[in-house]
C-alpha cells in the first residue's frame, strides 16, 4: 500500500533471473510503463544503449547480489525512448536461509537536481573565469579567529608560492609597501569597527624586483555571534601604469606647449594658427607687425580679416581675395609661399611680408593651418633701390661706351691728317730747318702715332666684349693654335714656346672675343718676360663645380701683390716708355671674360712670373 503510494518513487522488484515483477504507481510516471507492459520486462530495458554495451544492469544486480546494495545515478530510458537522470538503490532480497528471492529497485528523477547542480557548476566556472580575467582574487577573514582565507589569484597576484598562503592580517601588512600600510590599516579597522565596506588601493613589492599595484574592496558579515569580512583584491598595474603614462604624457604636453609658446614669443617673425573661424593663436609679432592692439582683433571669421586687411600680391600688384590668400589655401590643403603686400590696421603704412602658411592635418583631416610670415619691407625697398641704381649705371655705361667709341672713332680722321701733314713736313722740309725744327716735327710724328695706337686700343675697348654677340661651342684648343700663328714672328724673335699642359675643353662663347682674350694673355706673357731669359708659357684647364678654370701661367717678370687689381683697369700700366703698349689689353680681356659670366685674375710673385686665371662657364 505504502509502495503504492509512492508516487515520486518508481519502486518495483526484480526477480533472481533479472525480469521485472512488480509496478507501482511511480513506475507509470517516471518510466510511463503501465503495470501490464512492465511487468515481465528484462530489467536491462531501463538501461540506455551505451550503459547496456557496458553491462552496467548486470554490474548493479552483482553489486547487489554481493554487498547487499548497490547505489547509482545515472541515465535511464523511459518507455518512449527518452532519457532522464536518476538516482537509484538496489537491494537484494533474500530468505532468512540466505537464498536469493530477488532485487527491490528504487529510482527517482533527479534531472531537475542534475541541471540545478550542473548551473551551479558553470555559474561558479564563470565566476572564476570572470575573476581570472579581472586579475581579481578573493579571501575571508574571520574577526574572531584572526584567520585569513584566501585563493589561489591572491597568492599569484602578491607572487607567492601555493604554500606560502598568508594566514594572519599581519601577514597581509607584512607583504604590503611600508609606506601603504597605515591606510589599508586604517581602512579595515573602520570596517571592523562602523561595519562600512571598505576600499583601499597599496603597492606589492614583488620579490622579482618589480611592484604591482592591488585595488581591495571588503564587506563585513555577520553570521549568529560571529562576524566576518569577505572581499576581493585586483590587480590595477597595468591600469596604474597606463594612468602613470598618460599623467607622464600630459606634462610632457603642458612642456612642449610651454616651448612652443616660449619660440612662439621670441620668434622675430608673425606666426598665426587657426580655422575658418578666425586666428586661435599668435605670438606678440604678429599683433605688432599689423599694428593690431590685442589677439582678440585676430579672432573673426577669415573673411572678415580678409575685407579688414587687405593684401596684393607683391609681385603683380594685384589684389587677393578671400579665396587667394596664402592661409585662405592653406587650410584648403595647400602648402603656399608668397610676397604679399599689406596695410596695417593703424597707420594705413604698407609692409611686404613673405608668407609661409601650411595646412595642420590630424588623421589626414585640415583642422586648421598655420602662416609665419617674414616682414621683407626694408629689404625689398633695397632690392627696389638696387634694382634701380643697376639699371642706372647700366644706362650710363652704355651712354658712355657710346661716347668713348663716337670720339675714338672721330679723333681718328684728325689725328690721321696730323701725322700725315707731320710726316710730309718732315720729309720736304727736313734738314731745310734748324735741327730743333727737326726734333720738334719727329716728336709731332711720335706723338700723333701713340695717340692713334691709344684712340685704336680705345675703340677696341669699347667695342669688346659685346654681350650680344652670338655664342656658339668654340674650341679652345683651335684658339690657342690661331694664337700662335698670330704670334709667331714674336715668338721667333724671342726663342719662346706656348704649351698647352692639359686638353683645352670646348666652351660657349664669340670666337672672336676668345681669341683676342687668349691673344692677349699670351702676348703679354712674352712681352713681359726676364731679360735674357727665353719666356715660356703654359696654358691649362681645370674643371670645377661646373666651370672651367683657365690658367696662363709665364715666366717673366712677376707682378707685384699691390698691382693685381690696377692692371685691370683701362690705360693703366705698370711701365714707361721702355716697354711698349697702351694699358688697355687686359682691361678687354676683363671685359670678355665679365661678358661670358666669368671671372679673371691673376697670381704672381715679381720676379717668379705671373699667372692669369679666368673662368667660363661650361
Ligand atoms: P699693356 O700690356 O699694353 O701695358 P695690359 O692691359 O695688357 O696693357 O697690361 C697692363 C699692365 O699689366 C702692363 O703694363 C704690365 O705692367 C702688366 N702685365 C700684364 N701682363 C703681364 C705679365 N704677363 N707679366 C707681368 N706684368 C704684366
Known sequence: MLVHEMVDYAVFLVDPDGCIASWNEGVARNLGYDEGEFIG???????????????????????????????????????????????????????????????????????????????????????????????????????????????????????????????????????????????????????????????????????????????????LFRAGNGAYMTGAATDTTAHKQAEQERERLLQENARILAEMKAIF????????????????????????MLGFDTGADLDRSVAVLAREIQTRDARTGQVLTAEMQPFTRALKGEAVTAEVSTRRVDTNEEVIVRCAAAPVRLDGEVIAAVAINTDITAQKAAERRQEQLLAALRRSNEQLTQFAYVVSHDLQAPLRSIRSFTQLLDRRYKGQLDTAADEFIASIVDGATRMEQLIRALLQYAQAGDRNAPRAPVRLAGILDGVLMNLHDILRETGGTVIAESELPTVQGDWFQLLQLFQNLVANALKYRRPGVPPQVRVSAERRAGTWRIAVADNGIGIAPADFEQIFEPLKRLHGREIPGTGIGLSICKKIVDSLGGRLWVESEPGSGATFFFTLPD
Not at 122 to 140: C, N, P, Q, V
Not at 265 to 288: F, H, K, M, Q, T
Request: hydrophobic share 35%.
Open 41 to 219: 520486462l528484462p530489467f536491462r530495458s531501463i538501461f540506455n544503449a551505451e550503459d547496456q554495451a557496458q553491462g552496467a544492469d548486470q554490474q548493479e544486480l552483482d553489486r547487489a547480489r554481493q554487498e547487499g546494495r548497490s547505489d547509482d545515478q545515472r541515465w535511464h530510458v523511459r518507455k518512449d525512448g527518452s532519457q532522464f537522470w536518476c538516482d537509484g538503490v538496489l537491494n537484494a532480497l533474500r530468505s532468512e536461509t540466505g537464498e536469493l528471492l530477488g532485487y527491490s529497485k528504487i529510482l527517482r528523477d533527479a534531472t531537475a537536481r542534475k541541471k540545478a547542480e550542473e548551473e551551479l557548476k558553470e555559474s561558479r566556472e564563470r565566476l572564476e573565469a570572470a575573476l581570472s580575467a579581472a586579475h581579481t582574487g578573493t579571501y575571508r577573514w574571520d574577526l574572531a579567529t584572526d584567520v585569513l582565507v584566501w585563493d589561489n589569484r591572491l597568492n599569484e597576484l602578491f607572487g607567492l608560492m601555493p604554500g606560502q598562503a598568508v594566514q594572519r592580517l599581519e601577514d597581509l601588512f607584512a607583504r604590503i609597501h611600508p609606506d601603504d600600510v597605515p591606510a589599508v590599516r586604517e581602512s579595515y579597522e573602520r570596517c571592523r569597527r562602523e561595519g562600512v565596506d571598505f576600499h583601499c588601493e597599496y603597492r606589492v613589492p614583488l620579490a622579482s624586483g618589480g611592484m604591482r599595484w592591488v585595488y581591495d574592496r571588503g564587506t
Open 265 to 288: 614669443a621670441s620668434i622675430p617673425d608673425a606666426i598665426y594658427v587657426g580655422d575658418e573661424n578666425g586666428i586661435r593663436e599668435c605670438n606678440a609679432r604678429a599683433l605688432e
